[in-house]
């Protein structure tokens, strides 16, 4: 089984309404983020957390917001969906103890705002 | 500040044939390298990193990469490609201090594989 895996894989939505993207992991790492991708313009960081009641806000949070339900749930949010947000989202977590420094991606979501 | 840059967005070669991806990035502090690979429908995977000590990095796959810290670059090359190499691949960098949250991607290099 996959370490992070992403709900749903594909979604198409209309634009203004709420969507959820959810992330799990079995790894067991404190630290989650939530990246988009758009082509040509690589990886960007939307939001991250350290445990639970640690979020922050990353490069491009406006229009998301985040919730972290538990050490190994970490849920992207659109509370009203834009065109501008179609885009490939990745969740990640991440490593920093026992000489590690490496980062683990899920598969991504593909969403289509229309 | 850092910043990656990926000059070449599309890199055709044939297969059996050697490939360098180029990567340089600037960067005002110390920083870790990685070279992560996309394949298609998937999420990013680590294909190699530079933390310390041999500035020559290798992967299990044939691939390599070299730390040059005067040209600040990061280039991954491989002597013979094949089909299945075919992918997305991003150079990224992030200081020594401070988690993955301050981690730059560059903007990617397709690397077609032509049989």
């Known amino acids: 089984d996959a370490d992070v895996t992403q709900t749903p894989r594909n979604r198409i939505t209309k634009t203004g309404k709420r969507i959820m993207l959810e992330c799990s992991q079995t790894k067991g790492h404190d630290r989650m983020y939530w990246y988009r991708q758009d082509p040509g313009l690589g990886l960007r960081l939307i939001y991250y957390s350290f445990d639970v009641k640690d979020i922050n806000k990353g490069e491009i949070s406006d229009g998301y917001s985040v919730s972290r339900q538990a050490q190994a749930k970490f849920s992207l949010s659109l509370e009203s969906a834009i065109p501008n947000q179609t885009a490939l989202y990745f969740c990640?977590?991440?490593?920093?103890?026992?000489?590690?420094?490496?980062?683990?991606f899920g598969p991504g979501t593909r969403l289509t705002v229309t | 500040a850092q910043s990656v840059t990926q000059l070449d967005s599309q890199v055709p070669v044939f297969e059996e044939a050697p490939v360098e991806l180029r990567c340089n990035y600037s960067?005002?502090?110390?920083?870790?390298l990685f070279w992560y690979v996309q394949y298609p429908n998937q999420g990013l995977q680590l294909l190699l990193k530079y933390l310390s000590g041999s500035t020559l990095v290798e992967s299990i796959n044939g691939f390599e990469a070299e730390f040059n810290k005067s040209q600040t670059s990061f280039h991954l090359r491989k002597p013979s490609v094949h089909i299945s190499d075919t992918a997305e691949y991003f150079c990224a960098v992030r200081p020594l201090s401070g988690g993955y949250q301050k981690v730059t991607f560059g903007t990617g290099t397709k690397l077609q594989v032509i049989p």
């Open positions: 960067s005002s502090v110390s920083v870790y």
């Open positions: 990640a977590t991440s490593a920093e103890t026992g000489g590690k420094y490496e980062q683990y």
